[in-house]
């Protein structure tokens, strides 16, 4: 992650990852709560908030090109969310249950991986909080890959799996939203 400007593109979105990582703890509550009942609802859900974090991506991939290196990455994980979100909107609610319990173990190990990533970039600049972040991002991985490991014959252990993934992510977004903002405010909006 090189930064070219004192532009602050980076922290000035800090509240896009609190936000999501809020929406993220939420449906993994509900998903604990009440398995089966929020399935299709989750699906819908879950297919309406990748729609939105793509063009938000994008957006922000798009105002971003003289100022951050890493646009090209950002842009590309924006188009792909978004096509995968318009995707899921666009099929019909039985087909849409059964793709959303692959699609969502899929990219749960994705983000995480993705997050570890962005965890290692930010380490040059707040090496403390590297630990925390990839510990959440491990066990999400691992909650991932058992919840992908059988999605379709799912059980309510199964769908908790998904749950705790789906919090550990959230609380890690939490941690690197607050971990921007403080960044930010560190070193006045330059970065």
């Known amino acids: 992650m090189k930064i070219k400007s004192k532009s602050g593109i ?4 800090w509240w896009i990852p609190l936000i999501a990582g809020l929406v993220s ?5 509900w998903c604990l709560c009440d398995p089966m009942s929020s ?12 729609t939105a974090a793509g063009a938000v991506y994008c957006a922000m991939a798009l105002s971003a090109p003289s100022t951050y290196s890493g646009w090209g990455w950002m842009l590309a994980v924006g188009l792909l969310e978004l096509l995968c979100g318009i995707w899921l909107l666009c099929i019909p609610q039985p087909v849409l249950t059964i793709a959303f319990m692959y699609v969502i173990g899929i990219w749960i ?11 290692c970039a ?3 600049i707040s090496p403390a909080w590297i630990i925390w972040a990839v510990l959440l991002l491990v066990c999400t991985i691992v909650f991932g890959i058992v919840f992908i490991t059988n999605p379709v014959l799912s059980t ?12 550990t ?23």
């Open 25 to 29: 703890v939420g449906l993994g509550i």
């Open 39 to 50: 399935l299709p609802v989750l699906a819908y859900v879950f297919a309406g908030c990748v």
């Open 122 to 124: 930010m380490s040059a």
């Open 10 to 13: 980076i922290s000035r979105y």
């Open 109 to 119: 190990l994705v983000v995480a991986i993705n997050g570890i990533c962005e965890a």
């Open 156 to 167: 309510v252990t199964e769908w908790m799996w998904l749950g705790l993934a789906l919090i």
């Open 169 to 191: 992510y959230g609380f890690y977004r939490i941690s690197f939203g607050y971990r921007l903002n403080q960044i930010g405010k560190r070193t006045n909006g330059l970065i």
